[in-house]
């Protein structure tokens, strides 16, 4: 029996950089990969479809496992005939990894969702990002026998960014600045530092600077200079997707040594108070509050907290076991 995960290439971002560091980690347990390379995928062409998939699945063997990385971005017609290839194997086993939902995402029409349900209802095992998603996928017609492993926090697998963190009273977000309306109204006394390529509507500031964009690599190293990693999305697009889905900043900023600032009923609430990895928040104003008040005693203290968690997640073991509870869950009777 041989466990293989899917991975994308040629297509960029946060989806890519997910992707590869959870097939780095399944690569450490001598699962093998299954490449998804992008295309523009053409409705009509279910003959190129159908020969790319056969090249794809061609080591699969029967009662052999297989770990969907969904969705693979190029579109649900090909994830919706990669399972059924898949599944039409005797006795394979599919664990589809839901790394995000493109009708939350999107903001979508409500046949997305149905589309997206059907495929989920074709997995052994689905991985999670929250307990809240899973109510809202059972809501919507989810089967409820499908069993199910949660995601702890995305990962950084990789070397350790060797800093002496300062207390750096910013806060480091990283995001489009047309696509979070806060970032034109914040105006505190602790800065918001931007990355991002595109140039924003809005000019530097006491309150704001726009330091353009960075490979992932190099991102890490310069914010592990110190400060706080600020996730954050406003009351409509935090309800609808922020609570329910993995950011995968937080991990990155964890994977870098900083604290984060995180909104109240966010996912990963819990996972930062009891671990002490920086401020839970009603507010940005009560995130300014907090960094302008915390002692450079207490900001190490952060940092020392982080420390311990930051190595977990360069190693990958929460990825590590998340993925070997989901393949002992879809084994097991």
């Keep these: 029996m041989n466990v293989h995960v899917t991975n994308l290439y040629n297509i960029g971002g946060t989806a890519t950089l997910a992707q590869h560091g959870v097939m780095d980690v399944a690569k450490r347990l001598g699962y093998h990969e299954m490449g998804f390379s992008w295309y523009p995928f053409n409705i009509d062409n279910w003959t190129e479809l159908s020969h790319r998939q ?4 061609a080591p699969l063997h029967f009662g052999d496992v297989v770990i969907l990385q969904y969705p693979n971005w190029i579109s649900l017609n090909y ?4 399972v059924d290839r898949v599944k039409a194997y005797h006795d394979t086993k599919l664990i589809i990894f839901l790394e995000d939902l493109q009708y939350l995402l999107f903001q979508s029409e409500p046949f997305i969702l149905e589309w997206e349900i059907g495929i989920l209802n074709h997995a ?3 991985i999670l990002p929250s307990e ?5 996928l059972l809501e919507h ?29 910013h806060m480091i977000f990283t995001g489009a600045f047309d696509r979070f309306p806060f970032l034109h109204d914040y105006h505190g006394k602790t800065r ?11 000019e530097n500031d006491e309150s704001f600077v726009w330091v353009g964009g960075r490979s992932p690599k190099d991102l890490m190293g310069e914010i592990s200079e110190g400060g706080f990693g600020l996730v954050w999305a406003e009351e409509q697009y935090f309800e609808s997707y922020y609570s329910l889905n993995q950011p995968h900043k937080i991990g990155f900023c964890l994977a870098s040594g900083i604290p984060v600032i995180i909104r109240k009923g966010s996912v990963h609430e819990s996972f930062v108070r009891e671990n002490g990895l920086g401020f839970v928040v009603d507010s940005l104003e009560e995130a300014d509050e907090k960094v302008q008040s915390i002692t450079d005693d207490e900001f190490r203290q ?14 990958g073991a929460y990825t590590t076991r998340t993925l ?6 879809a084994l097991e009777k």
């Design 79 to 82: 994830d919706g005939a990669f």
């Design 302 to 315: 952060l940092y020392q907290n982080v420390a311990n968690i930051q190595q977990l997640l360069l190693q």
């Design 192 to 202: 918001i530092t931007l990355y991002t390529n595109d140039q924003p509507a809005r």
């Design 132 to 136: 809240k998603m899973y109510q809202f």
């Design 54 to 57: 056969d090249g794809i699945i």
């Design 124 to 126: 052994d095992v689905l």
């Design 324 to 329: 070997q509870e989901a393949v002992i869950a």
């Design 141 to 169: 017609g989810l089967k409820s026998e499908i069993k199910i492993v949660y995601q702890t926090i995305w990962e950084m697998p990789g070397e350790t960014c060797y800093r002496n963190h300062e207390p750096r009273r």
